[in-house]
């Protein structure tokens, strides 16, 4: 199971801080990975971290967004700077490739 908090409303150049507190799986040898997703559109792959702490990033969100991870608290976190309107989304954390079970998400709205 997942659960994603840290969302909410932030002007854009803001920043947002999002957390994920995973349960049910071996966390330790497995990828984690931020996605989102907005109405009427595929959920999308955002940043994955394997559990050798190996990132990579889509080309949207390179230089403002950094995954990181914290094992012993079987914890993923997607540090967001410099956010646009178009950062707007439903924020989801799940391995990577992700399994068939996703929590809520967290809402991210960008705007003035």
């Known amino acids: 199971q997942f659960a994603e908090t840290g969302g909410g409303l932030v002007q854009p150049g803001g920043s947002l801080r999002l957390s994920c507190d995973a349960s049910?799986?071996?966390?330790?040898?497995?990828?984690m990975a931020w996605y989102r997703q907005t109405p009427g559109s595929e959920r999308e792959l955002i940043a994955v971290?394997?559990?050798?702490?190996?990132?990579k990033y889509a080309d949207s969100v390179i230089g403002r967004f950094t995954i990181s991870r914290d094992n012993v608290r079987r914890s993923a976190y997607l540090q967001m700077n410099s956010l646009l309107p178009e950062d707007t989304a439903v924020y989801y954390c799940?391995?990577?490739?992700?399994?068939?079970?996703w929590g809520q998400g967290t809402r991210v709205t960008v705007s003035a």
């Open positions: 799940n391995m990577g490739p992700p399994c068939a079970v």
């Open positions: 049910g799986f071996d966390f330790n040898i497995l990828s």
């Open positions: 971290i394997t559990n050798r702490d190996e990132v």
